[in-house]
């Protein structure tokens, strides 16, 4: 495997090939889970959490510190659903779920911000979009994916409802885009 195809984390290692990967990848766990989320969170503490309770619900997890590098691994993976930090060292986690959706191949993946800066505790999934405010509980977080992903499972929504979802819950964040 190419050292490009180790940029992103898809089980739970915490080894990198190299040190200045931004992101950490085992490949003998990839097959070995039927749900894979992306979750693009900076603060590596809390990427662990997210981590350590996905996979303790069967889930796979693959790993983005940033938004540019969170677009680089929805091109290379399949997934299921995407936590996005709301508010990341490169972009607004708004602008990364805009990006998501402007692509008709990741436009219907379920998404959910995990963010300290947000108004309110949680936010039940609308069309396919979800927010948790930090902290947040494994039982809550693993709740909210199952919900979005029965929102997936159960025919999504056209990207026209997801923006204007997308809007109102831009709303409750406290720094905006």
Not at 5 to 30: D, I
Not at 137 to 150: G, K, S, T
Request: hydrophobic residues 45%; proline residues 6%.
């Amino acid at each position: 495997m190419g050292a490009a195809s180790h940029r992103f984390s898809r089980c739970s290692t915490t080894t990198a090939p190299t040190a200045n990967l931004r992101c950490l990848y085992h490949p003998a766990m990839e097959a070995s889970f039927s749900v894979r989320v992306l979750v693009v969170e900076d603060d590596q503490p809390v990427r662990t959490f997210i981590r350590f309770a996905l996979e303790r619900d069967g889930m796979g997890v693959v790993e983005a510190f940033d938004g540019e590098t969170a677009l680089q691994a929805v091109a290379a993976s399949a997934l299921d659903a995407v936590l996005i930090d709301g508010l990341l060292p490169d972009m607004h986690g708004v602008a990364l779920a805009d990006r998501l959706l402007d692509d008709p191949q990741t436009a219907g993946i379920p998404m959910c911000f995990l963010s300290g800066a947000l108004l309110g505790h949680s936010h039940a999934p609308t069309a396919g979009f979800g927010w948790l405010a930090k902290p947040v509980r494994p039982v809550q977080l693993v709740a909210h994916v199952r919900a979005l992903l029965e929102w997936r499972d159960g025919g999504g929504s056209p990207v026209e409802q997801r923006r204007a979802a997308l809007r109102s819950l831009e709303n409750g964040f406290f720094v905006g885009p």
